[in-house]
């Protein structure tokens, strides 16, 4: 008989502009990979060949201009491609994948602030994500000034989002937050506004309390 390979775990990294999801995703790779887990890093919109190009059409604004629910379907139809490259076979094959945004971000982004019926966002979602939920979301949780000033001290050219005024952004905050209030069993809110080290070890905690304690005793805990 041939070996089994047990299936990955999903997690997603969700919030805010500047709010520190690729930092935070590539220290979580790395706790991970120093205990032996073999992890995939990849991001949204993105993650795979198609969905990369259909990213620029999204961040440069080209798409606005349709509005939130032609946005809503070609971040989904980009989605559809990273599962069906990317994640599906990482998870399939054992490794773990952190991604960089995820769904979450098409509820927030288009669905609460483009103010969509929730009907059609979650038929859209149900389509495009179907069983591949994640098994744990980390939202990452500071205000948003702060966050914005993190993305501007990094570049200074805005994206078609970042260009977005402190309301859209405060609303931002507040949808994530709820979606985290709705799902407590897929999500943890984690304090975004602490030093970098504070922030990863929270993170870490999570992971532990939700997703190793779960099938992997024999894995090293943080001391
Ligand atoms: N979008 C959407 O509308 N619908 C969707 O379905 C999806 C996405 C999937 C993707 O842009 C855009 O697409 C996004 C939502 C929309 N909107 N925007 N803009 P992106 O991927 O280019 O940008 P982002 O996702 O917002 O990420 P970001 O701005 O790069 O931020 P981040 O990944 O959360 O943060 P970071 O890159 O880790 O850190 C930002 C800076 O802060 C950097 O200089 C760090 O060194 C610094 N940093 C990080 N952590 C800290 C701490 N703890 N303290 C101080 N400084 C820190």
């Given at each position: 008989m041939g070996e089994t390979t047990s299936r990955g775990r999903f997690i997603t990294l969700e919030g805010g502009e500047g709010a520190g999801k690729s930092t935070q995703a590539r220290l979580l790779a790395d706790s991970l990979r120093r205990r032996g887990v073999d992890t995939l890093v990849t991001r949204e919109p993105g993650g795979s060949p198609l969905a990369e190009e259909i990213r620029g059409a999204l961040l440069s604004g080209a798409?606005?201009?349709?509005?939130p629910a032609a946005e809503a379907i070609m971040f989904s139809a980009a989605r559809i491609d990273h599962l069906e490259r990317t994640i599906r076979p990482a998870l399939a094959a054992g490794q773990w994948v952190i991604s960089d945004r995820f769904a979450d971000s098409t509820r927030a982004y288009q669905g609460v602030l483009g103010a969509l019926a929730p009907a059609f966002m979650r038929e859209l979602e149900r389509v495009a994500v179907g069983e591949n939920r994640p098994d744990l979301t980390l939202v990452l949780d500071l205000p948003a000034d702060i966050g914005l000033e993190r993305a501007r001290a990094r570049s200074s050219v805005a994206d078609r989002f970042e260009a977005e005024g402190q309301s859209f952004h405060d609303g931002l905050r507040e949808a994530f937050l709820a979606i985290a209030r709705e799902e407590p069993d897929r999500c943890v809110v984690i304090?975004?506004?602490?030093e970098e080290e504070r922030v990863a070890a929270d993170i870490w905690r999570a992971v532990e309390d939700r997703l190793l304690d779960l099938d992997e005793p024999d894995m090293e805990r943080l001391p």
């Open positions: 798409v606005a201009p349709l509005g304090d975004a506004d602490q």
